[in-house]
């Protein structure tokens, strides 16, 4: 009965822009109304699909994918949390450094792109560089906004308590800067399957769902462009998902105080 | 032992208290210019690096020769050139994105129905980023001047529908209600009562698209382009002239920064009407 009722409440007419569009598409390719080369048809879409699942390419690319993603994201972290806090913890730092590294967020993400690829060649070490560079700017950022909002009169109780820096970091700071933490973090996750996406497109081909994208349009693959658009969606739609669950379990302790 | 905080903690509050409100104008320069102190040592020490051939001018062009092609390119009017093609694509795609983007935002805001048939497949597109649709778009529209609009208009557009969106749903009731007592047409609805309330959102989404747009044309431009300013880059990338690689970098930065800073601008104008008056 409860399943009953929330099917009846379920809103559906978020499904019917989407189920017509894919009516038009089947219908269009089924009656040859566009040209096939050109449009592939759904059915084509999903053998493409099916394909490259079953002879493992599929998890070829993808892991490859996700490997990059995460040695990136990784280290775009680790640069990011050091850094952020430097510039959080030390006026002085803010003082010194802190305009260059507002001025040089200024720059594009991909306009680094020509730069990396001069340093660093055209490889996995150029790839994963670019990713940790998308990753460090949103990470860093909210780093440092996080500590800088740790309130005066809490960092005053810790003065008065005498805590020892190491305490200070771990009953003052990362509580205060937890939230703005986890906001870094997830766009992080977000920037870093971005720029996973660019890194294939722009260096040189080695295994990788953006890089199979690029394949399938230079050989005129539309199944094959379409379903790793989709696998693209899916998995940044999946890495949002787990980024915001993980961020409430978490930050739970702050909802009972 | 219970008083000593209490001491530590005056004098401290005070200190920060005098600097704050009594700093003569003359240390305020003084700290502005000392942010500069930072970068200007860096970039002595790259000159000094590439003049003792610690790295190859190669590898690293050196500030003067950055400044040097900068100048050149600003001569020639070849900057100029480049920009005002990338401007203008960034320009055609903000105006198409933007207007799909009212159209649907507004539309949605007025009505639930809409809204609720339409709203869930946006989000789903809007999830792929444009990187992601610029292989399918190629395919569709090839890499022509359509592709650039369409991929700068895709980005412009989320922001802009979200912030209409939101913009209309949170005008507070009563003034609708006011705009039904009085029995406002739509028209008059939109023009007096929902668009000025929906300014403000409305504005950050722009603002927010404009900047998106900008990054997206760079994008779009280093993938597939044969003018514009990330070609400039792309065509020093190839010849291994990283001087122009830089100043291609410098340009994208600062005219992000002055898009963004105009609107700022244009949003603080536009609102004055609305400051409280308390």
Known sequence: MALLSLISRY????WVLPLALLLVWTLSTAFDWVDTRLLASPLAVLSAFSKAALSGELWVDLSASLIR???GFALGVLA????GGLLGLSRQAEHWIGPTFHALKQIALFAWIPLLSAWFGFGEPAKV???????????????????????????????VLRLSPLQRLRYLVLPSAAPALFTGLHLGLIYAWL??????????????????MIDGREHFHMDQVLYGLMVVGAVGLLLNRLAQSLERRLLRWRDHR | MSNLPLISWRPLSLRADISRFSAPSLLWVGSKASALVFPALLLVLWQVAVNRHWVSAQILPPPSLVLESLLQLWHSGDLWRELSISLERVLIGFVLGSAAGLLLGIGMGLSRTLEAYVLPSFQAISQVP????????????????????????KAVMVPIT???LAGIRNIPKGYLEVAQVYQLGLAQRLRRVILPAALPS????????????????????LLASSEGIGYLMVDGRQMFQLDLVIVGMLVIGVVGLLLDQGLAWVEMRLQRWQRPAF
């Open chain 1, 11 to 14: 809103d559906w007419r978020g």
């Open chain 1, 69 to 71: 993603n995460l040695n």
């Open chain 1, 80 to 83: 990011g949390l050091l850094f």
């Open chain 1, 129 to 159: 560089t670019f990713i940790a560079l998308a990753v460090f700017y949103p990470v860093a950022l909210n780093t440092f906004e996080g500590i800088r909002s740790v309130r005066r009169e809490l960092y005053e109780v810790a003065q």
């Open chain 1, 195 to 212: 720029a996973t996406l660019g890194a294939e497109y722009f260096f040189s081909a080695a295994p990788g769902i953006g890089n199979s």
């Open chain 2, 130 to 153: 444009v990187l992601g649709w610029i292989p399918l778009l190629m395919m569709l529209v090839g890499i022509d001047e359509s592709l650039k609009y369409l991929v700068i208009a």
């Open chain 2, 162 to 164: 979200l912030n209409a």
């Open chain 2, 202 to 221: 409305l504005f950050t989404g722009v603002r927010f698209a404009l900047t998106k747009g900008w990054i997206a044309l760079v994008t779009v431009e």
